[in-house]
């Protein structure tokens, strides 16, 4: 087992904590049969991967449930119980999602797939283009909103990506929006001075979710991308990190899910999402059951 976890991109040290796992709930068992084993082992792996999937530590990526259930807090639950729509209180700051990452691995698509699942799911997002210094990013997250028809906040180029930010939640909060999906510029982890206007966002802002987006295919690459990334927030002194992770490009990684569960061992950050496809829809939540069919087949 270990050497197949391995050969999948699993590091050494995840595939050893998961057969210890696996080992720990079968030995001493006795079954009847051959076929209750592989259903014995079956559910002991299930239980190891999902240990990792979940960390104990790690934050509540379950973004819908976390979006209604602060829309219910500022309305006092009110707002469903007497058919106030699903609009937030007006003095009710909506749930904020930063999504950062480097350049070019789908950081404005995947915020546009999140706010279409937390659309479809009855919730009323709002886009803030928060990436003042690539040319054409407003443009491009202005299509997104356009296709979505989903209100988007910006205020062009050249601008401080932290004051935008704010700007935009406050309107959001204005207008009872219940979430804000904040854009920011791709940035490499070792262009300090970008890294630092990050740090400020984040800082300044306190979002309530940080989700770190960086292509499946990268595999071990990644972790080291989100490590340096969650180096960058924690400079002056505070101590947030990222909070989640989004995998882009997930379809078209056939036997190397296995940095999924690298990254989240190492960094204690879930998997919050997965991206599947172009369109908007092609967004996934990673189940124990489709990693262990990615991982053994």
């Known amino acids: 087992m270990k050497r197949v976890l391995t050969s999948k991109n699993v590091a050494n040290e995840v595939a050893a904590e998961i057969c210890t796992g696996v080992r720990d709930r079968l030995v001493g068992k006795k079954m009847n049969s051959f076929g209750r084993v592989k259903t014995a082992?079956?559910?002991?792996?299930?239980a190891a991967i999902e240990k990792i999937l979940k960390p104990a530590h790690g934050k509540d990526v379950d973004v819908l449930h976390s979006v209604v259930a602060k829309r219910e807090q500022g309305s006092g639950g009110l707002s469903s119980l007497f058919g106030g729509g699903n609009k937030a209180s007006s003095n009710n700051r909506p749930y904020t999602i930063?999504?950062?990452?480097?350049?070019?691995?789908?950081?404005?698509?995947?915020l546009a797939k999140i706010a279409y699942y937390l659309k479809a799911n009855g919730c009323q997002p709002l886009l803030a283009a928060c990436d003042t210094f690539r040319s054409g990013a407003v443009e491009q997250l202005s299509v997104h909103a356009k296709c979505l028809d989903l209100p988007l906040?910006?205020?062009?180029?050249?601008?401080?990506?932290?004051?935008?930010?704010?700007?935009?939640?406050?309107?959001?909060?204005?207008?009872?929006?219940?979430?804000?999906?904040?854009?920011?510029?791709?940035?490499?982890?070792?262009?300090v001075p970008l890294m630092k206007a990050l740090s400020k966002l984040v800082v300044d802002n306190e979002p309530d979710l940080v989700l770190f987006v960086c292509e499946a295919l990268v595999g071990n690459d990644g972790i080291d991308?989100?490590?340096?990334?969650?180096?960058?927030?924690?400079t002056g002194g505070h101590s947030r990190q990222i909070d989640g992770i989004v995998l882009t490009k997930f379809d078209t990684v056939s036997?190397?899910?296995?940095?999924?569960?690298?990254m989240t061992h190492i960094t204690g950050a879930p998997v919050?999402?997965?991206?599947?496809?172009q369109?908007?829809?092609?967004?996934?939540?990673?189940?124990?059951?489709?990693?262990?069919?990615?991982?053994?087949?």
């Open 41 to 46: 082992v079956r559910h002991a792996l299930e």
């Open 153 to 191: 906040y910006h205020k062009g180029y050249a601008k401080d990506p932290s004051a935008v930010a704010k700007a935009a939640i406050n309107h959001a909060t204005e207008e009872g929006n219940d979430v804000v999906l904040v854009d920011t510029a791709g940035r490499m982890q070792n262009n």
């Open 279 to 297: 369109k908007y829809n092609h967004l996934k939540k990673l189940s124990v059951q489709s990693v262990i069919k990615s991982l053994f087949g």
């Open 272 to 277: 919050a999402f997965i991206g599947t496809g």
């Open 225 to 234: 991308q989100l490590q340096m990334f969650n180096r960058a927030l924690r």
């Open 255 to 262: 036997d190397k899910v296995g940095a999924a569960l690298t």
């Open 98 to 110: 930063v999504m950062i990452g480097i350049n070019g691995v789908g950081k404005s698509t995947s």
